[in-house]
């Protein structure tokens, strides 16, 4: 087993990488400008209408941003594996690095390292550029749960990614993996949850947005609510390993 361990060479190959391609480093650094960007206008422009005003949790509230940012990680995690899958570039990998599980552990750990740096930056300044335009509505990092929901952002926008560069190595296909993933978050997971009930907050993003609630919504806590969305992407990375290792390059 120690011998799959990534090493530092690989894990250097694979941050060359993600830093070369283009649409894969700028939809990560886009995880950063859409969830604070957006967040930072949503607060300006109605935070301090009423109280509630961007939604009945206020702290849930404060991650509004992520809504959006969470589209990008998607496709950070899609590209970043995708890229593999065009003009025989995994067949170069895998010249360079023959012991394929120590391959996929590589990529898979450098997409959720740079999604967690990311995810933890961005759900910092999130929440403090968010509420400076909250006035009296505003929270504080000494409210209970602020600093919890901060983290938990972080951790969310990685597992997101990390969910999405599952599928995307176990489907080969950047393309079906957005297409399929960001109706799911925005739409399907609603709309389903709706339906089935009580079934409904166990799907990932649901399920992972409990970390950012004030007070538990359902059966799940914060950290269970997330440890079940981590289970979903845990899923899809091992599939993906399954079928790296498995499949012709």
Known sequence: MTAALPTLPVLH????????????????????????????????AIGQAEAGSMGEDPLLAAFYGLNFGQIAAIVFGANAFSAEFHNGALRTSFTAVPHRTRFYLSKISMVGGLALVMGQVTGFVTFVAGQSFMGPYALELGDPGA??????????????????????????????????????????SFVVGEAVGGFGQYMPDRAGQMVMRVEPHGDLGPWSGLGVMALWAAVAVVAGWIAVRRRDA
């Open 13 to 44: 190959s694979e941050w060359i990488k993600i830093r070369s391609l283009r649409g894969t480093f700028g939809a990560l650094i886009a995880v950063f400008v859409a969830t604070v960007g957006i967040q930072v206008l949503t607060a300006a």
């Open 147 to 188: 600093v919890r929901a901060i983290v938990g952002s972080g951790i969310y926008l990685t597992v997101v990614a990390l969910l999405s560069a599952g599928l995307t190595a176990l489907l080969r296909s950047g393309v079906a993996v957005t297409s399929l993933l960001i109706p799911f978050f925005l739409i399907v």
